[in-house]
């Protein structure tokens, strides 16, 4: 039985280190702007949301006139007991200003990762009604939405290929809107991780298992590559803390944070949440697709210290706190 | 659309899916299996099987799928050509050898040593819903309910109901595949619940009180829903077991479609017509 145990965890320790090598010989493409800009902007209640995004979009001026932009809210699942998903007014509040600045479509997509019945989903989420008021934005469904093949480049997952939802790749413009969480398997779960809802359940099931299988980091880091999220808007009124993405507390951190650079954005986010944003290994890996480091990001709006609040951490991501 | 018949409302969706077509294989597979009294025709799926004996979610597309091979079995099942026949048999074959990762001793030892976060018995495997991933609560329901329709006997039929049953959620229904994570109880989804009733169907001896549980949820669950891909999945699998629950989903399922019927897709659609039925269908067939 010892021997066994031996064997075991040899052949773990061995994948596992395969598993490093590969994210060593990876290849992340250089994208990373030389300035980025964040705003983070105080919101105490969903109510203000329309203020707040139209004096958030004139801080960070996303390019969106004339253009179809897509929005990427974290719709995952409903409990009345959790702070799960991104709100609906704040996806409203956004589309109004979007087609202010003079879009020229708006659609809202999402592909839940643990839920089939989107239908029910929009509805229980509210997000389904606050649609049908705005009558200005329809909702894509992603996990059914017809797929385009991609050859991923950055040999983090050793996927030969990734079937990708085309409504995705037709837009112009891709707004990735998260919900400020904590993850027990990824530390964080912000604009980056949001990606994760881009792939098509009916390709690849409910959950996107393979995401998993593949490394959750390397997943992160090769979607991001594959599909480049333009601008961020973060919903970090109600945030989630602890044992996120579904089960853990509410956390009133009371901000919105707007962002032309995914990364930049998520390391703002988690220094919101008391998190050392270069020890969350996604974002040292997405290093090269924009900016972690402070000295490169301008801040405008709240400063993060005024905003920032200690989140609780699973004891397994402990080593994150700042 | 205003309030309109059981009758009519199934016969407008026999109409619509006679007329037009979905994209996907679940749109094909589900139509055909919708409109097997009505003349359909299997070889448009057929000709979509992959060169291995398994279906895609899309035509020529990877990753192959556990759950739509399932499905297409499904499907199939009423047309006995020899086509049908050959078919069914590459793809049990393909079914046959793909096993969720859990099945694997390295696995296991994972699972068991390092990987405690998620409460489940690695031992018990039943179906991905690709390859190189673990097992989940809908490929594998649907996989058992694929050999059960064929009359197929399988040494992975007993593991895949043992996995189905020690992933149930702690007060009955499933989830997507696991119960308990970082020692928090998961909610039941009313699809995934359904479709695992449906595979336990003919009885799971020491396990009544989970499927009386469970079949309680999904008529509870969904009494307020307006969302008819849960609500034809309800259907079938509380007429499967006789539960009193079924004509008052049916009810509302009728009405909900009607309500939605422009704006529903062919797999959906299909489901309903399904769920609508005299009978509601519950994927089994009589015996040839």
Redesign the interface.
Same mark, same amino acid.
């Given at each position: 039985m010892k021997r066994?145990?031996l064997v075991?965890?040899a052949?773990?320790a061995a994948?596992a280190g395969l598993g490093i090598h590969q994210s060593k010989v990876s290849h992340v493409p250089y994208r990373r702007p030389r300035r980025s800009h964040v705003a983070v902007l105080h919101c105490d209640r969903y109510e203000r949301t329309p203020q707040v995004v139209e004096h958030g979009l004139q801080l960070v001026r996303p390019s969106v006139q004339g253009k179809h932009v897509l929005l990427k809210p974290n719709l995952v699942?409903y409990?009345p007991a959790a702070t799960i998903n991104t709100h609906p007014m704040l996806i409203a509040a956004v589309i109004d200003a979007l087609y202010k600045l003079g879009a020229a479509s708006v659609i809202v997509a999402e592909g839940p990762g643990?839920?089939?019945?989107t239908?029910?989903l929009l509805?229980e989420s509210g997000l389904g009604a606050q649609l049908e008021i705005l009558k200005r934005a329809s909702f894509v469904d992603l996990n059914?939405d017809?797929?385009t093949?991609v050859v991923p480049g950055t040999g983090l997952t050793q996927l030969?290929?990734l079937?990708l939802p085309t409504t995705v790749q037709s837009a112009d413009v891709v707004i990735s809107m998260p919900k400020i969480k904590t993850h027990?398997w990824a530390g964080v779960t912000l604009s980056l991780k949001n990606s994760f809802g881009i792939l098509?359940g009916?390709?690849?099931?409910?959950?996107k298992?393979?995401l998993?299988?593949k490394g959750i980091d390397n997943s992160i880091v090769e979607l991001a590559v594959s599909v480049p999220i333009h601008f961020v808007i973060a919903d970090g009124i109600e945030a989630m803390e602890g044992?996120g993405p579904l089960?853990g507390p509410m956390r009133r951190l009371g901000c919105v944070v707007f962002a032309d650079d995914p990364v930049a954005a998520d390391a703002t986010c988690c220094r919101l949440m008391g998190i050392d944003p270069g020890r969350v290994r996604h974002l040292q890996m997405a290093a090269p697709l924009g900016n972690i480091d402070l000295a490169n990001i301008e801040q405008r709006g709240e400063s993060v210290e005024r905003v920032m609040q200690r989140f609780d951490l699973?004891p397994e991501f402990a080593y994150l706190r700042g | 659309m205003g309030v309109i018949s059981c009758v009519t409302i199934r016969s407008q969706i026999l109409q619509r899916l006679t007329t037009t077509s979905g994209?996907?294989i679940?749109d094909t597979a589900l139509s055909l299996l919708a409109l097997r009294n009505s003349g359909a025709d299997p070889r448009a799926l057929l000709g979509k099987q992959h060169r291995s004996g398994a279906w895609?979610?899309?035509p020529n597309?990877?990753?192959l799928?556990a759950?739509h091979t399932a499905l297409a079995l499904l499907a199939i099942r009423p047309f006995q050509t020899t086509a049908v026949r050959r078919a069914a048999g590459r793809a049990f074959e393909w079914l046959s050898e793909l096993r969720g990762?859990e099945s694997h001793?390295?696995w296991q030892?994972?699972f068991r040593?390092?990987d405690r976060?998620v409460r489940f018995d690695p031992l018990k495997s039943g179906w991905?819903? @690709?390859p190189?991933?673990?097992s989940?609560v809908? /490929?594998t329901a649907l996989s058992i309910a694929a050999f059960r329709a064929w009359h197929r006997e399988s040494t992975r039929i007993a593991p895949a109901i043992a996995m189905l049953l020690d992933r149930a959620c702690p007060k009955g229904g499933w989830?997507?595949g696991n119960s308990v @994570?970082?020692g928090?109880d998961l909610?039941p989804? /009313?699809?995934?619940t359904a479709m695992a009733l449906l595979a336990l169907r003919n009885g799971s001896p020491g396990h009544e009180v989970l499927l009386r549980r469970s079949l309680d949820y999904l008529g509870a669950r969904l009494e307020g829903?307006?969302?008819?891909?849960?609500l034809a999945w309800a259907v079938m699998a509380l007429s499967a077991h006789g539960h009193q629950g079924v004509d008052h989903l049916k009810n509302r399922l009728e009405r909900c479609t009607a309500a939605?019927f422009d704006r529903l897709?062919h797999?959906v659609l299909a489901l309903v017509a399904l769920a609508l039925e005299d009978i509601p269908y519950t994927f089994e067939e009589p015996s040839r």
């Open positions: 066994r145990s075991g965890a052949a773990l994948t699942e409990s643990h839920i089939r019945d239908d029910l509805y059914f017809s797929v093949r030969k290929e079937w027990h098509a009916s390709v690849y099931g409910w959950p298992n393979v998993h299988w044992n089960h699973l | 994209h996907g679940e895609s979610a899309l597309i990877d990753p799928s759950f990762l001793w390295l030892w994972k040593l390092f976060q991905p819903w @690709v190189d991933t673990v989940w809908a /490929p989830n997507a @994570v970082f928090v909610d989804h /009313p699809d995934f829903s307006s969302s008819p891909y849960s939605k897709p797999r």
